[in-house]
């Protein structure tokens, strides 16, 4: 049997255990070799994605359903907001006892751009487990492993749970709770294919977000290909837009150190954004384990340096890993029609 046969019975096994009627059956974790691509994708090229026209439109429920009742199943947040006004015939003043129990459903804090193959993704769902997290991705064959990986893990979580044993997170590890601690359910992660450097704002609201990842993106070593950074003057606007002022913050880690220079140079030019300091980066720039002494190092960048796949490749070769957080900066006050004219004058 050809390599090309062998994947696409896997593919069709693969997708037999999303299905919901089978009863019992916990599907296992993909395999990466049954998903392999190209290491990166053209964000310029028309790859035919589905998109929301505006982040109201974006239907969070199917990708977080323990986070959504039932009666957001099935509409948008928009269509949930205005049924949140219904009155009854009798007295338009009052609301229906089925809008009185609806409690909106949290939104999406954290994003993973270009999030590979969801090692962070997975390694962040038990770190902050009430809070939603969302990967994208380009790539159409690595969003699909990703997509089956949270649906396997969310099943095994739940087999776990009734059995108390540990859930498997990776081909080659484990991760075990202690027993008076339930095992995590994965259901506060997700993944969508997405290309970020054009329909960013499209998912995401102004100020929804309070934590951006950005590891290992795609270097573009030569100069004509410099356009094609994840971090440009115009892509950190956006990032500004959809980060939450004074809370916010952007994360971003590499192995290429003219890359890392180059996202520090362009945040740091940009006026809604200033550097943390280097304690909570954890130490210098050329970054081995971090020092935990004084306590001060951001928990993120914990789990952002060992937890991706590509963090552990440069780690068994023994290559540097180059650091750079950055905080999202209080929106400048605006100057009233009065103190402009007094300035003009």
């Known amino acids: 049997m050809s390599k090309r046969q062998k994947r696409e019975n896997y593919l069709r096994t693969q997708q037999r255990q999303q299905n919901p009627g089978l009863a019992g059956a916990v599907p296992e974790l993909p395999q990466k070799k049954f998903y392999r691509q190209r290491a990166h994708a053209n964000p310029f090229s028309d790859h035919q994605l589905v998109y929301p026209a505006s982040p109201d439109q974006m239907d969070w429920a199917s990708l977080y359903p323990d986070f959504y009742p039932p009666s957001h199943a099935d509409t948008t947040p928009t269509a949930a907001a205005a049924a949140a006004t219904t009155t009854t015939a009798e007295d338009p003043t009052t609301e229906t006892v ?112 309070t934590k951006i990842f950005m590891c290992f993106p795609d270097p573009h070593f030569k100069a004509r290909k410099h356009k094609a950074r994840i971090v440009s003057a115009t892509l950190n606007a956006e990032y500004a837009y959809v980060l939450r002022p004074a809370v916010g913050r952007v994360y971003t880690i590499t192995d290429v150190e003219d890359l890392h220079r180059w996202m520090v140079g362009h945040f740091a030019a940009h006026p809604l954004f200033e550097r943390v300091a280097p304690e909570e980066e954890g130490g210098s720039e050329q970054s081995g384990p971090e020092t935990e002494c004084d306590g001060k190092v951001d928990p993120c960048v914990r789990v952002m340096r060992i937890a991706t796949e590509e963090g552990k490749k440069v780690e068994r070769n023994g290559g540097q890993k180059f650091v750079a957080v950055f905080q999202r900066r209080e929106d400048p006050p605006w100057h009233s029609d009065s103190n402009v004219g007094t300035a003009t004058a």
């Open 98 to 209: 089925a809008t009185k129990k609806r409690i909106a459903p949290p939104d999406v804090e954290i994003a993973d751009i270009g999030c590979g193959f969801g090692g962070l993704l997975v390694a962040l769902a038990p770190v902050m487990p009430g809070t939603l997290i969302l990967g994208l991705e380009i790539r159409d064959h690595v969003t699909e492993f990703v997509q089956n990986r949270i649906h396997a893990l969310r099943a095994q979580s739940r087999e776990a749970a009734t059995r108390g044993t540990s859930v498997t997170t990776s081909i080659s590890a484990t991760t075990t709770t202690p027993p008076s601690a339930p095992p995590p359910s994965y259901t506060n992660i997700a993944c969508v294919r997405a290309n970020t450097m054009k329909f960013l704002p499209n998912f995401f609201r102004k100020g929804q977000l």
